[in-house]
């Protein structure tokens, strides 16, 4: 499987056996090879797990809180490569509540990004240190209605890339949606993920009650 010519990286089942996928976004300067691997901390069965490599390991140049215009035309490249991810997905009759998204800081500012413009009823969304991407959120690029996607966002109180005020504010745009938010602010966590938070998103794989 391609994406924009680059390579996506597979682990779990295969997509002819699987029941659930999860698309998994690396970070800036991460691989799909490397990410893919954390799926091997993830207890769940039934999934294939699908990580989309960026064009020269970034999905977009910038800051994810520099005006979207700046990251362009990377931005919209990044974003129309998980559509096209999709369209794939829902063409081997996986329906979108049976597809998940987990990324990790700047894979998790585009799963929250990607997954607002194009709001439906997914398995649920995972952002490890994420938020939604802009100088400011400009709401009037998103649509559709969650119906209930339980989404996770943990990051630390003290991120050096992600603000609080960032998170909070996607959580109440994301809420208005009709979204099931939980955040979880870790004290003094630095910019990484904790088992705490693979705990949290083993859960909610495995369809249970994602608690703060």
Known sequence: MIIHNEPVAKAGKSLSDAKKVL?????????????????????????????PQAIQHTWYPYSFLEPAEKNEPQLSMSLSGLSELLDDLEGLR????????????????????????????????????????????????YQGNFEGTPVFIGSSNHDPHVPEERIAESEKVLTAMGAQVTQKIYPN???????DEIKIATAMLNGQPVKS
């Open 23 to 51: 698309i998994m976004l690396h970070g800036r300067g991460g691989s799909a090879e490397d990410f893919i691997q954390l799926s091997d901390q993830l207890a769940v069965e039934d999934f294939a797990f699908l990580a």
């Open 94 to 141: 996986f329906a979108a509540k049976n597809i998940y998204f987990l990324g990790f800081s700047q894979g998790a500012c585009l799963a929250l990004e990607f997954c607002a413009r194009n709001a439906q009823r997914y398995g649920g969304i995972i952002a490890f240190t994420g938020g939604l991407i802009g100088n400011r959120v400009e709401k009037s690029h």
């Open 189 to 195: 966590m630095g910019h990484a993920i904790i088992d």
